[in-house]
């Protein structure tokens, strides 16, 4: 992702002039704004947003009657990164007081509208599927009656999500449709009715006439404007044409995966005061963000996302199964059915990729080892776990080492080998390992394998992962090729520890000889 550049440039900037000790503060101030603006100018950022963010930096950082800060001052250098974050939260902010909030056990509608190809009806499977993950009933309507194989792309969509939806093959009129679905869902108590209408290649009198008649009819609560962001600056002329005629409350970027111009999009829809509300990054129907000004800066500069994080987790994880996991990590247990379930809720939140970036740190890790080897490996666990009978998911394991026959039978049962079993089962031991050693746990819980998650509680004997010590890890691995292999290689390539992914048996022993692994396991709360 292009962006991925623009964050890894900011970042430079900023570190590189703070880690010159022999300039003085002015002119490291000075450096890191030749810096940021220069990344941000070649992202294609309005060069007027980029002058008054660079203003703000320079006045919120060089005191007028000059300045003799030290830079060496562990404080200085994070006033100048928080006043960084700050400025580039700003100049991705549109948003204009409450943003809409669909209501539990009412009809929400929800209207989207834009350009033929901007992602419009991707984008309503997307955000049907997020909303219906969220526990709401929700239905699809296909009201773009000037397409053809319009309402079959829809239906292929909503058939491969499990939603349900609405559309016809041969009525004419968009706006019957679209009624006609509205107060069918309407009666049978649905809570979020998305209407997908047609889009044209330009903006024209008929398309934004036709916007108005459905919208008159379908009374929608939320209208959401599709914006594509490979147009880069044209999103703020386009979305003002179509607010003249349609008054959208809200905006899906789309196509954020990949482009050069989606730096300039963003900022260029800021410029118009309508909020973004997601962004799509990928083809696929959970490749939708919620688009937060925090989460996108705090992502782009590679800090992590942990809020986002833990939102997504509790969404998709099953309550029930939750409080049974962590009844037993309470009890110092950790069986292979917790195992089990762990890795099925990582897998429903959505591209791995997805999910690194949110952590400190692991994004970059992840791109160097690739999304499909993960889910792939990720898949075959699950194979070997769903081969398990349910005496041996709910034991702690042990009995395959006391009847080693029961692996073969399970090998030959998913179609993996007795050696990527016990890679499995190891796994599961480690993880079993660090519940017993945490048996004193609090109330609540933490995501094992995830030491020190910031706001959850804290497990009595595993320290919080701080950005300094995630930092210091870094730096290690970056030092030592040959331990940065071997760490991927322990984690499998997901990057997440104990989360996914088979160890090679070998690199383990060897990793844990390494007197620096042990160090850092022992930091990492992991007790080699
Ligand atoms: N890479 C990427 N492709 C996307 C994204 N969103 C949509 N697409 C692709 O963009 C193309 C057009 O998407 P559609 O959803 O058909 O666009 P539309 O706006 O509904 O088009 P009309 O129905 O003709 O008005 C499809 O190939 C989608 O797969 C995204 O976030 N990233």
Redesign the pocket.
């Known amino acids: 992702m292009v962006l991925a550049d623009l964050g890894k440039r900011i970042n430079s900037a900023v570190n590189g002039a703070l880690s010159n000790s022999q300039d003085d503060y002015a002119s490291t101030v000075d450096h890191m704004l030749k810096g940021i603006v220069t990344a941000l100018l070649e992202s294609d950022v309005n060069v007027k947003l980029v002058s008054k963010l660079k203003n703000n930096l320079k006045s919120k950082l060089l005191d007028s009657k000059g300045d003799n800060r030290s830079i060496s001052n562990g404080q200085t250098k994070k006033m100048i990164q928080k006043a960084v974050f700050d400025e580039l939260c700003d100049l991705v902010d549109c948003r204009t007081g409450e943003s809409f909030q669909p209501k539990k056990k009412k009809c929400n509608v929800i209207m989207f509208v ?10 309503c499977t997307k955000l049907a599927v997020y909303y219906s993950r969220r526990g709401y009933k929700v239905g699809l309507i296909c009201a ?1 009656t000037f ?1 053809a194989g ?1 309402f079959d ?1 829809l239906k292929q969509n909503a058939i491969k999500a499990h939603i349900p939806f609405y559309g016809s093959y041969t009525e004419t009129n968009p706006v019957k449709v679209a009624a006609e679905g509205v107060a069918k869902f309407k009666k049978e108590k649905f809570e979020i009715i998305i209407v ?1 209408t ?2 044209r290649h330009q903006q024209e009198q008929a398309l934004f006439q036709e916007m108005v008649e459905i919208s008159n009819v379908v009374k929608p609560n939320q209208t959401i404007m ?1 914006l594509d962001a490979s147009i880069g600056q044209a999103a703020e002329q386009q979305s003002k044409a179509f607010k003249e005629s349609a008054d959208f409350g809200a905006i899906i970027l ?5 482009h050069a111009k989606g730096g300039g999009a963003i900022s260029a829809v800021a410029a118009t005061n309508t909020p973004i509300i997601f962004i ?4 696929h129907m959970h ?1 939708l963000e919620k688009f937060s000004p925090k989460s996108f800066v705090s992502k782009l500069l590679g800090i992590g996302d942990i809020e986002s994080l833990l939102e997504q987790f509790q969404t998709v994880s099953n309550k029930e199964d939750t409080k049974a996991t962590m009844e037993n990590l309470q009890q110092g247990k950790f069986t292979l059915l917790d195992f089990k379930k762990q890795m099925q809720t990582i897998m429903k939140m959505g591209p791995l990729s997805n999910i690194a970036q949110m952590i400190p740190g692991m994004g970059n890790m992840m791109s160097q080892v690739g999304e499909e080897e993960t889910s792939k490996k990720m898949k075959k666990m699950i194979y070997v776990l769903d081969s398990m009978t349910k005496e041996e998911l709910e034991s702690d394991g042990r009995l395959f080492i006391d009847q080693p026959s029961r692996m073969v039978r399970v090998a030959a049962g998913s179609g993996t080998s007795v050696f990527e079993v016990e890679m499995i089962l190891m796994q599961q031991q480690m993880m079993a390992r660090m519940a017993q050693s945490t048996k004193a746990a609090q109330q609540g819980g933490n995501m094992p394998g995830m030491p020190g998650i910031p706001g959850m509680p804290k497990i009595p004997g595993m320290p919080r992962m701080t950005p300094q010590m995630m930092q210091q890890a870094q730096q290690r691995l970056k030092q030592n090729p040959s331990l940065m292999k071997n760490m991927q290689n322990m984690l499998g390539g997901s990057g997440f520890p104990g989360a996914g992914g088979m160890p090679d048996m070998n690199e383990m022993m060897k990793m844990m000889q390494d007197p620096q692994m042990q160090q850092m396991a022992r930091q990492f709360g992991m007790g080699m």
């Open positions: 834009g350009l033929q190809g901007s992602g419009k009806t991707t984008s773009d397409r319009a792309q997908d047609s889009g599709v789309t196509k954020m995966d990949g799509g990054t990928g083809e490749d």
